[in-house]
């Protein structure tokens, strides 16, 4: 018996005794149906009539609004309106109403980073003049996606959807105007690579400091976002700074706060995968909230409205805010028919059946960090606790999610208890994780390699695309999406198998083609592009194609760092086996 199995028996006592007290923190929702507590931007009548009265062709336009008074008066304001209307008034009146008791004059800040660097130590290594200068203009975007919150929004916090955060940020751009979760890993790794260290360590306390009083992440920075969170990626981000400054007494300081979101997870987004006899714990997306998403409002009424019963309707809209917390809002990747087959209609979307690869690939990986985290400060006891942690979820994700026939992981639908046998980029993740036997990495390698030919991803010149389902939907064919771009090829890079880097090598220089074409037509950095047609933004979804922006210019300027400059080929270290 080796290692890996015998410390695996010991987990169900080291799960009992770790998760019998639940941490106590400030609550983020007091009902956790709702969305969050406040009845001007979570809930109730008034946010009902103004977002079906659709003033504005983006919903989240009314709920990124400030309120001129207190929360009570609007309240009120808005019942003397019924009163006046006998509770029918017109859009006009809605309007108006809106007009008179809020406006946008600004939460944010535009500001420029201290450490803001327009020559940072990598352009002078990069061989290609033309890639060199392409890097170095998207090393300028930084300072213009600089934002810092105003005192106003600290004096009044509930005249704001916005949540205070002390640190100035990057935000990822376009409507976008707040911090998000997932997007700010690639961001950090952008930031790092321009040497903007202090820019990235305000950005992870600025995390912090809201792990600290909610006891997780939300989506974003908006109240609204605080019935569900994001891929877990923290612990990640500070490995990558720590990675960069090597500072132990920081680690030190907020060792415990990542501890911290890691139990959350764990304890919230957890649940039993019975498979040949043995049961795994295991990590899906899930949010408790069962109602529209404010910032999507009508949008998810008008989806959820096929069903007739108010349980359906309750599990469609918690399957489109789970959707939205697992950041693949929307895919195929969530939608079902009554045989566990794809429906291409967000109505069937179920997001919650679903055991996702990359979700769990990212816990295995903070788990083992945050091992080694503890280990650094000298608390053997907790390391030795993320440890089993880590171990556990590896026998899981080979176990429940691996193929041997294809030779691919893949999600596993726990309803119909079978993988979900369709193409994502997603598949690849516990390659990029390390979350597999790596004494067998060639072989990982070289199966990943055949699976990716076989599937016909090499025809894409613009991307790797994020399904082989063109149904209209974001986060499926033909868009292409930054963090999956990376996510596969430095996951194939790292295997060493000859083909699998033959793939990342030709995978990293079409992207960074791609995104050079599309910044030469258009002067811009897009959120996603279309895999069919090199350099050209994507489409699809709920809202315009925005640009900016964050996640792809920190995607660009890793990729950029690793395949086009003049040192030692990448390896993934990051993460300790």
Known sequence: MNKLCRSYFFLPLLFS????????????????????????????????????????????????????????????????????????????????????????????????????????????????????????????????????????????????????????FIIPGGRFREFYYWDTYWIIEGLIISDMMDTAKGMLQNFLSIVDKYGFIPNGGRVYYLNRSQPPLLTLMVGLLYDKTGDVAWILEIVDILDTELTYWVQNKTLDVTINQKTYKMAHYISDSVTPRPESYVEDVTTCSYFETEEQMEHCYQGLKSGAESGWDFSSRWFFDEDGGVKTNLTHIDTQRVIPVDLNSFLYAAFNRLSSFYKLTGNLKKSLKWKYYASAWKIAIHEVLYDEEDGIWYDFDTVLSKPRKMFFPSNFSPLWAN???????????????????????????????????????????????????????????????????????????????????????????????????????????????????????????????????????????????
Not at 57 to 86: G, H, I, P, R, Y
């Open 435 to 577: 979350a597999y036997n790596l004494n067998d990495r060639e072989h990982y390698g070289r199966r990943a390699a055949n699976y990716f030919k076989a599937m016909g991803i090499e025809q894409y010149r613009g991307g790797i695309p994020t399904s082989l389902d063109d149904n209209n939907e974001q986060w499926d064919l033909p868009n292409a999406w930054p963090p999956l771009q990376e996510i596969v090829i430095l996951g194939l890079w790292n295997t060493g198998n000859r083909k699998a880097k033959d793939i990342a090598k030709k995978s990293a220089e079409r992207w960074i083609e791609a995104n050079m074409v599309g910044f030469q037509e258009q002067k811009a950095m897009f959120e996603k592009y279309d895999a069919t047609r090199v350099g050209q933004y994507g489409g699809g979804g709920e809202y315009a194609v925005q640009t900016g922006f964050g996640w792809t210019n920190g995607v660009a300027l890793n990729l950029i760092n690793k395949f086009f400059t003049q040192k030692t080929p990448y390896v993934n270290n990051h993460i300790e086996e």
């Open 17 to 168: 005794a770790v998760f019998s007290a639940r941490i106590k923190r400030d609550v983020a929702v007091t009902d956790p149906k709702q969305s969050c507590d406040s009845k001007v931007y979570c809930q109730g009548l008034l946010l009902d009539v103004v977002q079906k009265a659709r003033l504005y062709n983006d919903s989240k336009t009314f709920v990124d609004m400030n309120q001129v008074n207190d929360e009570d008066v609007t309240l009120q304001n808005f019942d003397n309106l019924l009163a006046a209307t006998n509770n029918n008034p017109t859009k006009e009146d809605i309007q108006n109403f809106v007009n008179e008791n809020f406006n946008d004059n600004g939460e944010l800040e535009n500001w420029t980073p201290t450490d803001s660097n327009s020559n940072p130590e990598f352009l002078d290594r990069i061989k290609s003049k033309e890639v060199r200068q392409f890097a170095a203009d998207v090393v300028q975007i930084w300072p213009t996606l600089g934002r810092k919150i105003v005192d106003s929004v600290f004096e009044n916090p509930n005249r704001h959807s916005l949540i205070a955060v002390p640190n100035g």
